[in-house]
């Protein structure tokens, strides 16, 4: 049984081809600073503030990577936000406690009278 003659030589019919142009970021080029450092350290200033900050801060370097130049530096602003957000809050946090102890001791010391007994 014959199958007939081969096919022609020459450039494949079909496929998908070279891959184009608009993969990843320029050559040489650094992604931007995620602030993924100071996300964390923001938790310990106001952690519910300071989460959206993380995850905004670990999709930088991946969206970089994906050729999104865009998306990073959209996430890395999030972070940004979400970070000194965290900061903030957690200051006035921390002043307002500070505050709020100083004068628990301040009205507790006056509140107590001191009394001699002869017994």
């Known amino acids: 049984m014959s199958y007939g003659p081969p096919p022609p030589a020459g450039p494949p019919g079909g496929g998908y081809g070279p ?3 608009g993969y990843g970021p320029p050559p040489g080029s650094t992604p931007p600073d995620n602030g993924l450092t100071w996300a964390i350290v923001a938790i310990f200033c106001c952690w519910p503030f300071a ?3 993380i995850v905004n801060a670990t999709k930088v370097n991946d969206l970089w990577n994906r050729g999104d130049q865009a998306g990073a530096l959209a996430a890395q602003a999030q ?5 000194k957000i965290a900061f903030i809050l957690g ?4 002043v307002l406690w ?6 628990s001791v301040i009205v507790g010391g ?3 009278t001191t009394t001699y007994s002869t017994y």
Do not use: D, E, Q
Not at 91 to 94: D, K, P, S, T
Not at 98 to 103: E, Q, Y
């Open 19 to 21: 891959p184009g142009g």
């Open 51 to 53: 989460i959206p900050a």
């Open 79 to 83: 972070a940004k936000k979400w970070t």
């Open 91 to 94: 200051i006035i946090g921390i």
């Open 98 to 103: 500070t505050a709020a102890m100083a004068c």
């Open 110 to 112: 006056a509140a107590t």
